[in-house]
């Protein structure tokens, strides 16, 4: 069964400090993989995409990894700010359709305190 | 930001009303998409068009349909609304990829939330 599975299921931490994320996937045969940042109430926006061959992909404060053998990934946040609290989503997508399906975890909610 | 719309943004309706989700993108992508997502929850697929007059129901059983007459509207329907339908409905698009690579981007809509009472 295509799975992915994120965590900490919840974190908080303090402005300026850094955190890193988790997503195991099961997903296969794999094609990319996503991390989303969804703010409450509004839907999710695109933080980085990554295909099997990529290890790291940067976007200014954030850093992914793949590591497309242990099928893990990470989204690591630098010099958090209060505008980082929000739900960041891992999403995992195959190649076995023309639809690309998509594969959602529950999401890391992130919470950045003063 | 992403050219993808969703009215209204919020919506509390009485049990048996027929609503309308309306969706619509600018960006002239094929694929269209519609999530359903509660709170704390992963987005779960409810329905998906490859384009215009393609639809095809998603993973997780629902009682609404949708439509795709033109290629930037995607509407979703729902005949007669229950207080189980509460929930957040979100809507997406992107461009159909080349063969063995689906690298291309998902956007989102601001989702509508609906409150069936």
């Known amino acids: 069964k295509n799975q992915v599975e994120q965590s900490p299921q919840s974190l908080i931490i303090l402005e300026g400090k850094n955190c890193t994320l988790q997503?195991?996937?099961?997903?296969?045969?794999?094609?990319?993989l996503r991390w989303y940042k969804q703010d409450t109430g509004r839907g999710p926006v695109s933080l980085t995409i990554m295909t099997f061959s990529e290890n790291t992909k940067s976007n200014g404060r954030y850093t992914a990894t793949l590591d497309a053998d242990t099928k893990q990934s990470s989204l690591h946040i630098t010099a958090s700010q209060l505008s980082d609290s929000a739900s960041y989503i891992c999403v995992v997508s195959d190649r076995g359709s023309t639809l690309g399906r998509l594969y959602f975890g529950r999401g890391t909610q992130l919470t950045v305190w003063p | 930001e992403a050219d993808i719309y969703q009215t209204p943004r919020y919506l509390v309706i009485g049990t048996g009303k027929k609503i309308t989700l309306e969706c619509s993108q600018t960006?002239?992508?094929?694929?269209m998409y519609w999530y359903q997502q509660d709170p704390g929850m992963e987005l779960h697929l409810i329905h998906y068009s490859y384009g215009v007059n393609s639809t095809e129901k998603g993973d997780l059983s629902s009682e609404s349909t949708v439509s795709r007459i033109r290629t930037e509207h995607f509407p979703l329907t729902l005949e007669s609304a229950r207080p189980s339908h509460t929930s957040q409905y979100l809507c997406?698009?992107?461009?159909?990829?080349?063969?063995?690579?689906?690298?291309?981007?998902?956007?989102f809509g601001q989702g509508t939330r609906l409150t069936v009472v």
């Open positions: 997406a698009s992107s461009e159909r990829g080349r063969t063995g690579d689906q690298s291309t981007e998902a956007f």
């Open positions: 997503c195991n996937y099961t997903v296969s045969p794999f094609s990319n």
């Open positions: 960006m002239g992508h094929d694929k």
